[in-house]
């Protein structure tokens, strides 16, 4: 499924929630295990990224500060707080995976721009920084959040945009992953599950993801997301 279409944390989080993981555990454990395959992935990509380094010196810096920001402080907030908050952040993932797949159908193709001015790189600096610390903290739904400060700072050629916003996630998430590390939070019996999981999927979904279609793999992640999200909200009443 997130071969074929992204969304891979709304459903691995929740399913690990599910299967008796604790909150912050499971954030952390879906975040390292899902890592490896983002980072493969970027391959493909390897052209758009390596030909805007321009703006890779620019959101660089603040992807790494606010991925370690978010990541400590999922480490300070407590169980029982993030647990409270899990079913919100499953549903507010979902909302904006749903928007990025609407906007995906309905946006036509742009030309290709240039680099806006000062001013508003530093807007799209502290944007950023926004960005990549709810990407720390959480991380599903981030893919939307940086198409949005990519596109604020001029760029309208999609796939360079989503070639810099898979290399920014890598580093939000790779900072948070070394973070959720070191703080003790990641069950690795059921991140390496996850990770062959994720692997054996990817592969799969790349083989036969055409008999699907992105467009219905996407559906079913806002259904299934929509639908586990409120489970979740249901049973922490």
Not at 125 to 144: D, H, N, P, S, T
Request: glycine share 14%; with cysteine; net charge positive.
């Amino acid at each position: 499924m997130n071969a074929l279409a992204g969304g891979g944390t709304i459903l691995t989080f929740p399913t690990l929630l599910l299967l008796g993981e604790s909150a912050r555990v499971a954030n952390a454990t879906s975040t390292v295990a899902l890592l490896p395959g983002a980072a493969a992935s970027l391959a493909g990509y390897r052209r758009e990224v390596a030909g805007h380094r321009r703006w890779l010196g620019t959101l660089f810096l603040p992807s790494l500060l606010g991925g370690a920001a978010g990541s400590l402080l999922l480490l300070a907030t407590p169980e029982k707080i993030f647990a409270r908050l899990a079913p919100w952040l499953v549903l507010f993932a979902t909302a904006l995976f749903a928007f990025q797949s609407w906007r995906a159908a309905h946006r036509p193709p742009d030309p290709a721009s240039s680099p806006g001015d000062d001013r508003r790189r530093a807007v799209a600096w502290l944007a950023q920084f926004g960005v990549a610390v709810y990407g720390g903290y959480f991380g599903a739904g981030i893919g939307i959040l940086m198409l949005v400060v990519l596109g604020y700072l001029g760029l309208s050629d999609i796939h360079a945009m989503n070639g810099l916003k898979n290399f920014f996630g890598i580093c939000i998430n790779a900072v948070a992953a070394a973070v959720f590390v070191a703080g003790g939070l990641v069950d690795w019996p059921v991140a390496l599950v996850v990770l062959v999981g994720a692997v054996a999927g990817g592969w799969t979904g790349a083989h036969f993801g055409r008999w699907i279609g992105p467009q219905r793999a996407r559906a079913a992640v806002v259904v299934i997301g929509t639908f586990v999200g409120m489970l979740l909200l249901v049973r922490g009443m």
